[in-house]
């Protein structure tokens, strides 16, 4: 059996040995540390380098070394607002020159418009005797009413552009009925309306129904297109739109008071 003291020698001895193998695993430890920084410090620092080269790259695209010059869409001086070369008028842009034949295509002035009367108290007295008595002549449904008021002669009224030598069968050829009456109830249509004066102060002058005849169909204002409405159909009067004039039948007074015409068509 071992005495006390070889057991503290042996103890003391095993202290001794632990001490030295701590030490040295410690001393192994710091060189393997210091190894591995040594081994990090240059990926470390190459993204510095990297910045470093991309930041030069930006500034080389600043200073306009590496990026094209604008496209048209993308004009910096006219974004600046500065002139484009020669214009000297800026911003404004250059006009046509005027045409020539401007002037020409303006409607004369000295070309009064056609007078149009709807009150028929303002007619000469014998322009309206006579409107007065063909209205009462169509409205009796007699059509033999009329050739009183037709003349003969050289003064016959022109029915129809004297198709017959007798203006009432003349009538009643363009009637739908053989006694006429549709005709009658188209004159009455028509005097119902108001008067187109054409050739006012001429030996030519006559006042006209209706008075369509003396304007333009595409400057009827609504209520003067129901007026229209009444003596021809929405059809007749596409058609007449197309022509570009009122072509249904008229009637023409003289300011004698002469009945000078009652025709149809253009």
């Known amino acids: 059996m071992r005495n006390a003291a070889e057991t503290t020698i042996s103890q003391m001895l095993t202290r001794l040995s632990l001490a030295v193998l701590l030490s040295a695993a410690t001393s192994l430890t710091a060189a393997s540390h210091a190894f591995a920084l040594s081994e990090l410090r240059p990926s470390v620092e190459a993204p510095r380098q990297a910045e470093t080269g991309r930041e030069g790259q930006v500034q080389e695209a600043f200073e306009g070394t590496t990026l094209p010059l604008p496209g048209p869409a993308i004009d910096q001086s006219a974004q600046a607002g500065e002139k484009p070369a020669g214009d000297a008028q800026g911003d404004e842009k250059p006009t046509a020159s005027p ?3 401007a002037a020409q295509a303006q409607p004369d002035a000295s070309d009064p418009p056609t007078e149009i009367i709807v009150d028929m108290s303002k007619l000469p007295e014998p322009v309206r005797r006579m409107r007065e008595q063909i209205v009462e002549a169509a409205a009796s449904g007699d059509i033999e009413r009329l050739r009183p008021l037709l003349g003969s002669g050289a003064d016959q009224t022109a ?3 004297g198709e017959s030598d007798d203006p009432i069968e003349t009538l009643k050829s363009f009637s739908g009925d053989p006694d006429g009456q549709e005709i009658l109830a188209i004159m009455l249509d028509i005097l119902s309306t108001g ?3 054409f ?3 001429t030996p030519d002058e006559t006042y ?5 005849t003396g304007k333009a169909l595409d400057a009827l204002t609504p209520p003067e297109r129901v007026d229209l409405l009444r003596i021809v159909t929405a059809g007749d009067l596409a ?3 197309d022509n570009g004039n009122y072509n249904f039948f ?3 007074i003289s300011p004698d008071g002469k009945w000078k015409f009652f ?3 253009d």
Request: overall charge negative; proline content about 8%.
């Open 199 to 201: 050739d006012a102060g």
């Open 99 to 101: 045409d020539p034949n």
């Open 239 to 241: 058609g007449m739109e």
């Open 263 to 265: 025709s149809g068509g």
């Open 208 to 212: 006209v129904w209706p008075y369509f």
């Open 159 to 161: 029915v129809m552009n």
């Open 195 to 197: 008067a187109a004066r």
């Open 250 to 252: 008229r009637a023409g």
